[in-house]
């Protein structure tokens, strides 16, 4: 079965500077997705970046990057000039199986970030 | 726009007794999924449905029913609350074109005490 692990229970930046979220996984798959997702205090899950494991470049949504790297199995989110709104839990989520389309997400324990101003 | 709406925000349950947590989605999605999120933790699938009248188990079914009569709607059954199903629990819903995008209600916060 595939398993999701983040490391981090718990991490802080200052206010416009840069924090790296690290995430692993353990596949024996060959092609999948890998999301990051964003809970706020609202407890709504928003989609922060998505990575196709075929697509060797990494994914980038203004702000936010991943370090994927497919043969050490890691998924890292980087979140650039960090803000007081980016401060959430984040969770670092695998996509398992695909079941008549249906999509089975497998999530990791969560990192909550602080923005300390 | 409403999304994946989800009731109620709350509830709290006694041991033994049953409710429905509701969730409609009015985006014409064909997936719909049930998580779980237990406190400190990442969400597990209950439940998903890949369209109407077409239900199945996810990780962690036991103790919970669902139905999918129409695109929709998805309830989520508990029959005999346990103080195990204290959790929040989520809906979410995906596009047949864009799979791997899930769109996720507010949550619903249940106690069984």
């Known amino acids: 079965a595939q398993t999701v692990t983040q490391s981090q229970p718990e991490m802080s930046v200052q206010e416009a500077e840069t924090v790296t979220l690290s995430c692993t996984y353990d596949?024996?798959?060959?092609?999948?997705?890998l999301f990051w997702y964003k809970q706020p205090p609202s407890r709504q899950m928003i989609l922060v970046i998505r990575q196709e494991a075929y697509k060797q470049q990494n994914a980038t949504e203004n702000r936010f990057s991943v370090n994927f790297q497919k043969a050490a199995k890691s998924f890292s989110l980087k979140i650039s000039d960090s803000q007081l709104g980016d401060a959430a839990m984040y969770f670092c989520a695998y996509r398992s199986d695909v079941i008549q389309g249906a999509q089975k997400l497998v999530f990791g324990q969560g990192t909550r970030l602080t923005i300390n101003p | 726009n409403a999304g994946v709406t989800q009731t109620p925000k709350f509830r709290i349950l006694k041991i033994g007794q049953s409710m429905t947590l509701q969730c409609t989605q009015d985006?014409?999605?064909?997936?719909m999924y049930w998580y779980r999120q237990d406190p400190g933790m990442g969400l597990k699938l209950i439940y998903y449905?890949?369209?109407?009248?077409?239900?199945d188990k996810g990780e962690v079914p036991n103790g919970y029913n669902v139905s999918r009569s129409t695109t929709e709607d998805f309830p989520l059954r508990l029959e005999l609350a346990a103080p195990s199903q204290t959790s929040v629990y989520f809906c979410a819903s995906s596009h047949i074109i864009a799979k791997n995008i899930q769109y996720f209600g507010a949550g619903t916060r249940l106690s069984v005490l």
């Open positions: 449905s890949v369209g109407a009248g077409i239900t």
């Open positions: 985006m014409n999605h064909n997936y």
């Open positions: 596949t024996s798959e060959s092609d999948y997705y």
